[in-house]
């Protein structure tokens, strides 16, 4: 039971940690000046070039590395159905690290899309 | 007034296409790995699995997708909220009961039917709200 709420901590923090400091990163290197291939590939290549996007890519791994860790150990309608707290840890994360305005209608939002993902996830 | 919509146009453009990537790539590569069939986990099983994945059509076609999503979901990040793109994407997962039941003729308990209807208020709860909360870049050093 504890290797397994470790293992969704890791999960949960890894997947937000990692895709928070995505966020930094892109916010960093700015928006695409068009959507054209040319101007995509130096988009891509400022992006790459940035160290929170590195930062992020391995946490987001070591994610992916719990989720099938803990698919070996516990069924799948337990697993994502648990795994669906990311989308409120990842809130307080936007609002306390990236400051975000999270306000009363995007909490609601969240909650309900995490209480939703469960639902569907455990059939 | 413009600028917003212009800009709430934008990023719901860009997380659908990050939705419908992620699904397609999601079943191209469901398709591609059933070809294959079990993969033996042994050195002589996981060799002959890799030789079969890189031979397979759909599962490339399921890289192809999923590399869309990562592309999109870059994008949208470098001007929309985190808290903005992070439940709009779980949108996919109503879209993949709705499909189930219509393409592939699943049943689907009334359980998941909630979740889907929970999960699309939240969607549009979300959608009303700005895409775009912090007015600068976070330039922070890594």
């Known amino acids: ?123 | 007034m413009a600028t917003e919509r212009r800009l709430r146009i934008k990023t719901l453009m860009m997380v659908l296409a990050m939705v419908v990537c992620a699904n397609v790539g999601d079943l191209m590569l469901k398709r591609g790995m059933s070809q294959i069939g079990a993969v033996q986990v042994s050195p002589t099983g996981l060799s002959h699995a890799f030789r079969l994945t890189v031979e397979n059509g759909a599962i490339w076609i399921g890289i192809f997708f999923l590399t869309g999503f990562m592309l999109s979901y870059m994008t949208v990040l470098s001007w929309a909220d985190y808290s903005y793109v992070m439940p709009a994407g779980a949108f996919g997962y109503a879209v993949l009961t709705f499909l189930a039941v219509l393409f592939l003729h699943e049943s689907v308990s009334s359980r998941r039917w909630v979740g889907v209807v929970l999960i699309c208020v939240g969607v549009l709860l979300v959608g009303q709200t700005k895409p775009r909360t912090t007015e600068l870049p976070a330039e922070v050093p890594a």
């Open chain 1, 1 to 123: 039971m504890i290797r397994v709420a470790l293992m969704l901590g890791i999960l949960v923090l890894g997947s937000t940690g990692g895709e928070i400091a995505i966020t930094y990163g892109m916010k960093a290197t700015g928006e695409p000046e068009h959507f054209t291939p040319r101007a995509m590939l130096q988009f891509l290549s400022r992006a790459f070039r940035n160290g929170w996007f590195w930062v992020g890519v391995p946490l987001m791994t070591l994610s992916f590395y719990s989720l099938l860790l803990l698919l070996s150990w516990e069924p799948i309608s337990l697993v994502i159905p648990a795994s669906a707290l990311s989308y409120v840890v990842g809130t307080f994360g936007a609002k306390y690290v990236l400051r975000e305005d999270v306000t009363l209608a995007r909490w609601a939002g969240v909650v309900l899309v995490c209480i939703g993902v469960a639902l569907v996830a455990a059939g």
